[in-house]
């Protein structure tokens, strides 16, 4: 039994549709149906008539509801009061931000913040794009950080959450240097050759940007996956070592550019991809618990954007 698969029932209770909820849940449609039939296995009984529309619970499910309302309000209320006793944490910021975004930009980022807003302590929880969003919509961080493309915008109502940016970054194809100071491999491929390709693991959002990359590009790629991760970090790894192409962002590889370990594998805005960094927040009307410190914070944001 997980939480969540409450939380998932409730939100179904509240607009009688599971793709309504899926949305608001920050998951697939699928993947909600499977949890709240996980939820009715530990239950026992049918919670949900799925006959009707727009759907409705059963009359074990209406007993169920109240239930689970009182029971995800006395974890909520426990959550607080253990919160409340972390005094050391209140000048603590925790920030959910994206494995790559761990990487290259909260460091310098961070440095830059410090330079320009003064002493901050911060916590940083690097997850992958849909668990940062989650830990935001779940209440569990004071800030997120992410990347924005608007062919995959994240699932956060603006009603609920505000943004800020701050910045862009360039999504670029890169291979290792030839001894001779060119790049390993080219894009666009010559006439009938296959170009090693190092690619993101499915879902990963990265890996959707470089797919609409692809798509967009004059002529096929030619690319041959050959390896996959999640992490931009483990593509840079291999694209190090020769094993293939790889789509990265222009930050991560700063040091590598500059000493010439791998070169752009394209001319410059070809089959490369603009994204923007944003920061988001609850907003305070709706905010379950508010750090004064990241309330000073994102005001100094909000007056720097």
């Known amino acids: ?67 689970a309302l009182e029971i995800l309000g006395s974890l909520q209320a426990t959550r607080n009061m253990m919160r409340s006793h972390q005094v050391s944490g209140h000048d603590m910021i925790e920030f959910a ?38 830990r935001m919509a779940e209440g569990s961080c004071d800030l997120l950080i992410a990347y924005h493309h608007p062919s995959q915008p ?21 291979a290792k240097a030839n001894g001779d100071g060119t790049p390993m491999f080219r894009l666009p491929p010559a006439p009938g050759e296959r170009i090693p390709f190092l690619s993101y693991a499915a879902g990963a959002y990265l890996g959707r940007l470089v797919e609409l990359i692809v798509k967009q590009a004059g002529s096929p790629l030619a690319l041959d996956p050959i390896y996959e991760t999640d992490m931009a970090e483990g593509l840079k790894a291999m694209a190090l070592e020769g094993h293939g192409l790889a789509f990265l962002p222009a930050s991560s590889v700063k040091k590598e550019l500059k000493s010439r370990r791998l070169l752009p594998a394209a001319a410059p805005g070809v089959c490369e991809l603009t994204m923007e960094v944003r920061i988001y927040r609850e907003r305070p009307e709706f905010a379950r618990h508010t750090k004064p410190v990241a309330q000073s914070l994102w005001d100094f944001l909000k007056r720097q954007a």
Do not use: C
């Open 97 to 134: 931000v994206p494995h790559t975004l761990a990487f290259t930009f909260f460091p310098h980022w961070v440095t830059e913040l410090r330079r320009r807003f003064g002493a901050l302590k911060s916590r940083l929880i690097a997850l992958n794009v849909h668990d940062a969003v989650m």
């Open 1 to 67: 039994m997980e939480t969540k698969w409450l939380e998932d029932f409730v939100s179904l209770a509240e607009t009688r549709s599971f793709s309504r909820s899926a949305q608001l849940r920050h998951v697939t449609q699928p993947a909600f149906s499977r949890r709240i039939q996980a939820l009715e296995a530990w239950a026992g009984t049918d919670l949900v008539d799925r006959s009707a529309y727009p759907t409705r619970l059963t009359p074990a499910g209406e007993t169920f509801h109240a239930q």
């Open 154 to 174: 994240l699932q956060l109502s603006p009603e609920r959450y505000e943004m800020l940016s701050l910045g862009h970054e360039t999504l670029v194809a890169y």
